[in-house]
């Protein structure tokens, strides 16, 4: 028996591959297929099923590309209404997989046809689970995302979810091994582990949502409270996991053109395009197309394009950093941004070569910061609520970069003001979204929070976040 964890970092997502006897199952598979195409072959195997265990609201699945490459089945649990050919497997349903047995157990919560694949080993003890967004480490899927689709309340899905744990997951053996489909990071959650595999038993321990004695009253309560509103491409990905979408390879060739500065400037004239630069923050500071917006590439990169940009029909030009062009329009596949256009031959050296105009971001260290603020400027922080409750300069204003733009109307019009996140991505992200509208009397500060405690700048009292409801 083999079991592999393909965990993707930027989107905090775990895909599985299961391998016995020659045969194997992928679980919940990213949209770029090869790795497990390469992974089987390495193997000898022969991959005979593809299982999903919900349909994914946060990035565009490899299922059904895996199985036109491959010709194995799409198994979904019950409720599920693909528009392709699939497997609607029924609840207690099993798969044979050389020695090992797949078992469905079907529960919703998270979404209605949620379900989660038990593992059985050869001698068809429960070896372990893969519970998509039922269980994290940690915490559970969130009951918010479905509610259109279920026609169902956040409450009422909460209590179906109370339901799923208690009577299909928490009788389970205490050995069996949680393999979720997210980790800390991910948007369907709140409160997740940094950890990426652990026990059942020690879930039952440290997972507020499988206390032994919680009602279902409090267990309502408790997973609904506080959840931020969802990333507004959530529901275009569903659409494209329910729907199906283009081959990976069309959007490869399409998005991986080289335009000269004259043909990029042209694209985008006519398009609409929005211009995505993904270099370093310090590399966009230092130069880039005027009202482009910047996500770097080092950072969550595919959620943050996903969570700003929204549409994912939405033509996009790219300014990459040298060699990586591939890798961005994969990365933005991932998440369902299929339109991208191509990219800036010769990056910004050529657009200057060129004679095209240039924008810049102004920027300040922590240290020249600490000078200004004994001045009285304005300082905006661009990171989450819950960071900020924790703590903050003090007499900052908080404009979190999720909802940067419900909160245009607040920066000033015309006096100079300063935006800093934790440690500088996030600030510049912001800081292009603000230009981009026109708003340029701003600074960033670059090193973030980080280095403001450093200088000593005066921040409010520390509060762990843990306490925070």
Known sequence: MKIEQIYTGCLAQGAYYIESEGEAAIIDPLREVEPYLKRAKDEGAVIKYIFETHFHADFVSGHVTLSKETGAPIIYGPMAQPAFEAIIAKDGQEFPLGKLTIKVLHTPGHTMESTTFLLKDESGKDHAIFSGDTLFLGDVGRPDLAQKAAHMTQEE??????????????????????????????????????????????????NYALRADMTREEFIKEVTDGLLPPPQYFPLNVKMNKEGYEDIDTVLERGTQALTPEAFETAANETGAVVLDVRHQDDFAKGHVPRSIFVGLDGSFAPWVGALIADVKQPILLVTPEGREEETVTRLSRVGFDHTLGYLKGGIAAWKE????????????????????????????VRKESEFIAEHVEEAHLTPLDFINDHLAEFPEKDTF??????????????????????HNLVDVAGG?????????????????????
Do not use: W
Not at 358 to 379: C, F, H, N, R, Y
Not at 422 to 435: D, E, F, N, P, V
């Open 157 to 206: 899905l909460a209590g179906t979810l109370f339901d799923s744990l208690r009577s299909k997951i928490m009788p389970l053996a205490d050995d069996v091994i949680v393999y979720p489909a997210h980790g800390a990071g991910s948007a369907c959650g709140k409160n997740m582990m940094k950890e990426t595999v652990d026990t059942l038993g020690n879930q039952k321990k440290m």
């Open 354 to 381: 060129a004679g095209k105009e240039i924008d810049t971001v102004d920027s300040v260290s922590a240290e020249q910061l600490k000078t200004l603020m004994e001045k009285g400027v304005p300082v905006y922080d």
């Open 418 to 439: 300063y935006v800093h996140c934790a440690g500088g991505y996030r600030s510049m992200i912001a800081s292009s979204i603000l230009k981009s509208r026109g708003i």
């Open 449 to 469: 929070f980080a280095d403001i405690k450093k200088v000593g700048i005066p921040v409010t009292d520390y509060v762990c976040p843990t306490t925070l409801k």
